[in-house]
């Protein structure tokens, strides 16, 4: 089992940057997929990006692809989200998800909500136009 704490949202200005840090606890944070989500007020959660174990595969969705970048640090058990040219309309709150290692295959992605298990409390992205 694994517990995951997100930090670093909060009001930028649009063209801005924020990196978003995902600390995970549990020695074994290494054999996890681990992926990005977000949720917009009044808005469905929806899928940002996701990174194998390794870090070796990346899957973006296609409104960040070229301006967030996403990152793994396995020695300090956590992952980080760089966004760049942020829009007001990657305004909400962002939530990062680990997937049981126990159902994971090696270099898999996985782009839906419910194939992760474990989920930090959110943290909070403002853009401001």
């Known amino acids: 089992q694994v517990q995951l704490v997100e930090s670093g949202g909060r009001l930028v200005q649009a063209g801005g940057s924020l990196r978003l840090s995902c600390a995970a606890s549990?020695?074994?944070?290494?054999?996890?997929?681990v992926g990005w989500f977000r949720q917009a007020p009044g808005k469905e959660r929806e899928f940002v990006v996701i990174?194998?174990?390794?870090?070796?595969?990346?899957g973006y969705a296609d409104s960040v692809k070229g301006r967030f970048i996403i990152s793994r640090d396995n020695a300090k058990n956590t992952v980080y989200l760089q966004m760049n040219s942020l829009k007001a309309e990657d305004t909400a709150d962002y939530y990062c998800?680990?997937?049981?290692?126990?159902?994971?295959?090696?270099?898999?992605?996985?782009?839906?909500?419910?194939?992760?298990?474990?989920w930090g409390q959110g943290t909070q992205v403002t853009v401001s136009s």
């Open positions: 998800a680990a997937r049981d290692p126990g159902r994971s295959y090696r270099g898999s992605l996985y782009y839906q909500s419910r194939d992760y298990e474990y």
């Open positions: 549990g020695r074994t944070f290494s054999s996890y997929p």
């Open positions: 990174i194998d174990t390794s870090g070796g595969k990346i």
